[in-house]
């Protein structure tokens, strides 16, 4: 069967599925729509919050970037696994236990004031926007390259299925999906993974293999790439070459800003227990533990066979993928010194880094670029990170079906973060600001139709995202996470360990991080982003590192400020005690 | 008896977070240029723990967290409506 005809196959099963379960367990109260009636099982949840959190960037781009920044690449392998240390120990056990809805729910209970739930629900709607926009981008990239459809129907028909299943199932409904889209996604992972570390290492165990000799030679894998690396300029890629602090600063940022992402944490209010709401916290991070160690394996994997094979070797001659991804977009080569072999090494092959493509073709048959060749190094390669993952397979010759293997796995990384982010906005417009604010004379039926409505229309605005990309959206990552750690983080966390945190000092500290950390972040991403190198940055902590100051400024703001104003009410002191019980 | 709870919960929270700290932002990040100088097989120490080692801890500080926690749970609040509906 052709590359297409397997692809479609896989993909049009797979999606099967996907519409099967949500008809099976549609949503039939506000409790089955925000949070599955509490009767998810631990090792389901597990699952379920795994397929959640690993989103297309996950899946696409993370290897990606990790062979291209090397350890450096780090600090997002311990930053998006670390979190659920935090979640497990600090926070789900206790929000299980409070049982409500929402993450507005808890902060507009515990700190008894609306305001702090609209605080809340601006930071929360914010977050999750940011989020989505990059999966159904992914969504239009991975339809584009494998079904050979327009990237625009592409999205429309990810939003489909997500409209489908999101608003007729709920939580419910995106629970159960979720977790037949992990086991599409990690076995899309897994089963390349495997064939390229027995390829290159004899070894069929990811994880050891990147740590092994390469295949019929006494050299460790790892070793060569160093040496590779340095000879063609890079720095050696098992060294950092960021600061200590930015590195430090940049994976507390993200840990912390894991541990306070809205979509995540609903995820344990579905467990019918307190005691499974830690147990699932574990499932959860096994599952993800088992994508988070494999990549970094095929980060050095790809790394390697990229330059293998494209190294000094004529353009005329180059592998097949090579001039397909060209094709796409995702690959450009401008030929510095007109010898029609391909150089890669260090620094940008162009100036203004992405490729203007023309309608041209060149001597060799390359696509022409309208950018001039950028001459301060001999790199005339440009590569998207991106197709590390989705090109792999073909890069190491794997057979047809695991190429379109992987084009299954990559959308249901997309859809199932996009569904899960889609219904925490949702449910946070229905429940916090219509039910809980606007109106609240509300019944349960108007309730449960609102939030269907607000699914329908967040999908809508998501999907212009995708067919209209905001150019900003790799940047606004770091907005993410950042605003989780700064304002969601310690509104939660204060709210469980600390009783005499009264409304004025959440305020004032949700406020102070929001403030701080957006200020900073959008001064050098949009306002001067000319300055944005370490010799500008407050301490040496770059924008992506600055969610954990302002947490930090957000504790101190907040501790400082409750000092002035009185106790919270005794009701609060009772529902503290309450929650910390198991 | 509820806040001998609660304080046993806060000692083991803070023992775990400890490790959680030590393996990630310790030997992952701080002194992983010194660990760098041993290895094992062909990762670098220092690198193993910061794309490996770290995460793998991870897991294991949750399920030493699940399991203490039913322990004390146990402890506490043996004949409550909370314990024991599914366990295991």
């Not at chain 1, 494209?310 to 796409?328: G, L, M, R």
Request: glycine share 8%; aromatic share 16%.
């Amino acid at each position: 069967m052709s590359l297409q005809a397997l692809t479609y196959l896989f993909v049009g099963i797979s999606f099967a599925i996907y519409i099967g379960i949500a008809i099976w367990s549609r949503a039939r109260s506000t409790n089955d729509f925000y949070i599955a009636g509490k009767g998810v099982s631990p090792v389901a949840n597990g699952m379920a919050t795994a397929a959640d959190w690993m989103s297309a960037a996950s899946f696409i781009s993370m290897a990606g970037l990790i062979a291209f920044l090397g350890k450096d690449g780090s600090v997002y392998l311990m930053g998006w696994t670390g979190g659920y240390v935090l979640l497990a120990l600090l926070l789900a056990p206790y929000l299980r236990k409070f049982g409500k809805y929402t993450v507005p729910d808890f902060i507009g209970t515990r700190y008894y004031s609306k305001a702090a739930r609209l605080v809340a629900i601006i930071c929360l709607i914010f977050i999750s926007f940011t989020y989505v926009a990059g999966q159904m981008r992914g969504v239009g990239i991975v339809f584009s390259r494998f079904l050979e459809v327009d990237i625009n129907t592409g999205v429309i028909i990810g939003m489909l299925i997500v409209f489908f299943y999101a608003v007729l199932g709920g939580m419910k409904g995106i629970t159960y999906t979720q977790v037949a889209q992990y086991c599409v996604l990690i076995f899309a992972y897994l089963v390349p993974a495997i064939f390229i570390s027995l390829m290159i290492t004899n070894n069929p165990i990811p994880q050891l293999g990147f740590g092994d000799k390469i295949a019929g030679s006494s050299l460790y894998l790892l070793d060569k790439l160093d040496e590779l690396s340095i000879e063609l300029g890079f720095n050696a890629y098992t060294e950092y070459t960021k600061s200590n602090i930015d590195v430090f600063f940049i994976t507390a940022a993200l840990m912390f800003g894991t541990a306070g992402l809205p979509h995540v944490i609903v995820r344990f209010f579905t467990v019918p227990k307190v005691s499974d709401a830690r147990k699932s916290a574990g499932y959860a991070l096994v599952f993800i533990a088992l994508l988070y160690t494999t990549a970094p394996a095929v980060a050095a994997f790809a790394k390697i066979n990229f330059i293998d094979s494209v190294q000094k070797v004529e353009y005329e001659s180059a592998p097949d993928w090579f001039i397909n991804w060209e094709n796409i977009g995702l690959i450009a080569w401008k030929d510095k010194n007109n010898d029609g072999i391909i150089n890669y090494s260090s620094g940008n092959a162009l100036e203004g880094v992405k490729p203007k493509y023309t309608n041209q073709f060149g001597e060799f048959g390359e696509r022409i670029v309208e950018n001039a060749p950028d001459q301060s190094n001999n790199n005339e390669v440009y590569i998207d990170n991106d197709i590390m993952v989705l090109a792999n397979p073909e890069i190491a010759k794997l057979p047809n079906w695991v190429i379109a293997l992987v084009a299954a796995g990559a959308l249901a990384a997309a859809l199932s973060t996009a569904a899960g982010l889609l219904l925490v906005i949702s449910a946070s417009i229905s429940h916090d600001l219509m039910k809980k604010i606007l109106l609240p004379n509300i019944t349960e039926k108007q309730e449960l139709f609102y939030a269907r409505c607000a699914a329908a229309v967040a999908i809508f605005i998501a999907g212009l995202f995708g067919i209209y990309p905001p150019g900003f959206v790799a940047q606004v990552v770091a907005f993410a996470f950042g605003l989780a750690a700064s304002t969601i983080f310690p509104a939660l966390f204060l709210g469980i360990f600390y009783k005499r945190l009264n409304k004025e000092g959440a305020i004032a500290g949700m406020l102070t991080g929001l403030i701080a950390t957006s200020s900073y972040i959008s001064y050098f991403k949009f306002v001067n982003p000319a300055i944005n190198n370490s010799d500008y940055w407050i301490f040496g902590i770059s924008p992506e590192g600055f969610g954990f100051l302002g947490m930090i400024l957000n504790f101190v703001v907040a501790l400082i400020v409750s000092t002035f104003y009185s106790k919270p009410p005794k009701e609060i002191y009772q529902m503290i005690d309450e929650i910390r019980k198991p | 008896m509820k806040y001998s709870y609660w304080k046993s919960n806060l000692v083991i929270l803070a023992s775990l977070l400890v490790i959680w700290f030590v393996v990630s932002f310790g030997f992952g990040i701080l002194w992983s240029e010194k660990l760098d100088n041993f290895s094992i097989g062909g990762f670098k120490l220092g690198f193993w723990f910061s794309q490996q080692g770290s995460i793998y801890f991870f897991v294991l500080i949750i399920f030493i967290y699940v399991y203490l926690l039913n322990k004390l749970d146990k402890k506490y609040f043996d004949n409550s409506d909370q314990s024991n509906i599914e366990e295991e």
